[in-house]
């Protein structure tokens, strides 16, 4: 052996160790980066099931939604027409009463008379069942929320905003005024 080649036998070894030291470097950092490829794929991935779990739920709260909508509207469609049977149904037999009465042929005033004080007694019963009740009496104190003044009167036998006289009776629906009464005020 040559002095050359015990040089280059020398200098094997060490770039030998110097290769496999880059190799060992560069196949650590690829374990590296794959690891850190199959996180990220991997968080990919989860948001990929995450985003399609919240496109479905967005789709059926759409849906529910909209299904929702459809029925308050067919709800709302329904409930107004059975207001209004009920309140016509309310209110039938009072006609009925009245048209009776037209073909009365009886000569007997009176009775025809009494029998249209009864049909009159009858209709608060009925305004009753729909829960609707009259308002406005004599004696109470003036409101205007829910009179309408149309005259006044100065009178010392009254006091002061007290209905003397109820021209028109007033009617609500529970809290909801249908006709104020018309009213004479005092003082």
Avoid: C, W
């Avoid at 199959?38 to 995450?50: G, N, Q, R, S, W």
């Avoid at 929702?68 to 016509?88: I, L, M, N, P």
């Amino acid at each position: 052996m040559t002095v050359e080649e015990t040089e280059t036998a020398g200098e094997e070894p060490e770039k030998k160790a110097a290769d496999d030291k880059k190799t060992a470097k560069k196949s650590e950092d690829t374990k590296k980066l794959r690891s850190k490829l199959e996180a990220a794929e991997k968080k990919v991935k989860e948001l990929e099931d995450a985003a399609a779990e919240g496109e479905d739920r967005y789709k059926r709260i759409l849906a529910e939604y909209d299904n929702f909508r459809k029925r308050s509207s067919k709800e709302k469609e329904t409930a107004y027409s059975d207001g209004v049977s009920d309140a016509v149904m309310g209110l039938v037999p009072v006609f009925d009463n009245l048209m009776y009465a037209e073909k009365y042929t009886g000569a007997d005033p009176d009775k025809f008379a009494e029998g249209v004080k009864l049909i009159i007694d009858s209709f608060p019963a009925a305004l009753d069942k729909m829960g609707v009740t009259a308002f406005g009496e004599a004696g109470e104190t003036f409101d205007p929320e829910i009179h309408n003044a149309v005259m006044h009167v100065e009178d010392g036998e009254y006091g002061e905003g007290e209905i003397v006289e109820v021209l028109q009776k007033g009617y609500r629906y529970h809290d909801r005024i249908i006709r104020h009464a018309m009213v004479k005020v005092a003082n």
